[in-house]
């Protein structure tokens, strides 16, 4: 993980509530997205990496079988297991926690956390959840749209005031397109996946998350992807 990805993600309850105005709204679009188009089943075994405070573990966790949530934030994953869920293992770690398994996820989630990894990080982890993943288990990512990135940015890094201190934390950032996505996937193995967009009106969203959003009637909000194995 990155060294301001690790300062900027290590927060309290409080302070992860505290992302900015746009976080809800994104979530409720990816959301709205994924009931739509990927089918929970009871005896699913679920992955949700990156899970932050447990936003999916949260929807999904009576609807399925077990869910293993990892993130590499330790104050996230913390707040997490207080929650007390019995089918919900919680892990904090990285890549080298995914060691233990081998074709058993049904469906993986990773939402909202792939535009903090560099190219060879992404392509190690996409490996990974190709091995991890049953026959035909399902992949979800979600990446926000580099048009919809209202912060200050230089090259790969966004300059974000840290939710609890206020201070600007630079933060590795690469929004993709569908393309490099779908180049990741690929160069990972997976054969079968579709990726696009969530678009919205740009007179259907808030002024507040409109500051730098190009002038265009529909404003691309998050990249997503299913790939099958
Ligand atoms: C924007 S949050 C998304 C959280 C959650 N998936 C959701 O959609 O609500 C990004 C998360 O990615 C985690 N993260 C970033 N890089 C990571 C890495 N290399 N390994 C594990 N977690 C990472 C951060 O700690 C943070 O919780």
């Known amino acids: 993980m990155e060294t301001g990805v690790k300062k900027y993600f290590n927060l309290s309850e409080n302070d992860w509530n505290n992302r900015g105005r746009s976080v809800p709204l994104v979530e409720k679009y990816e959301e709205e997205w994924v009931e739509k188009n990927v089918k929970f089943y009871p005896e699913d075994i679920v992955l949700d990496y990156a899970c932050g405070l447990g ?12 869910i293993v949530a990892i993130d590499g934030s330790e104050l996230l994953v913390k707040h997490l297991e207080e929650k007390g869920y019995e089918n919900v293992t919680s ?17 993986i989630i990773f939402a909202q956390a792939l535009e ?32 919809f990135i209202n912060k200050p940015k230089t ?19 690469r929004p993709r397109s569908t393309k490099e996505i779908n180049e990741l996937l690929s160069k990972a193995g997976f054969r079968n996946f579709r990726t696009g967009s969530i678009t919205e009106l740009r007179n259907q969203l808030p002024a507040a998350t409109l500051e730098k959003v190009p002038k265009r009637r529909v404003i691309k909000i998050l990249i997503v992807s299913l790939a099958e194995k």
């Open 116 to 147: 903090f990894f560099t190219d060879k990080d992404a392509l190690e982890l996409f490996v990974r959840f190709k091995d991890i993943l049953v026959d035909k288990g399902q992949l979800f990512i979600s990446s926000w749209a580099e048009e």
């Open 91 to 107: 892990i904090t770690g990285e890549v080298p926690r995914l060691s233990g398994y081998h074709q058993y996820f049904t469906k």
């Open 155 to 173: 090259g790969d890094v966004v300059h974000v005031p840290h939710p609890r201190t206020g201070r600007i934390v630079d933060v590795f950032f």
């Open 55 to 66: 936003r999916w573990v949260d929807i999904l966790h009576t609807r399925v079988r077990k």
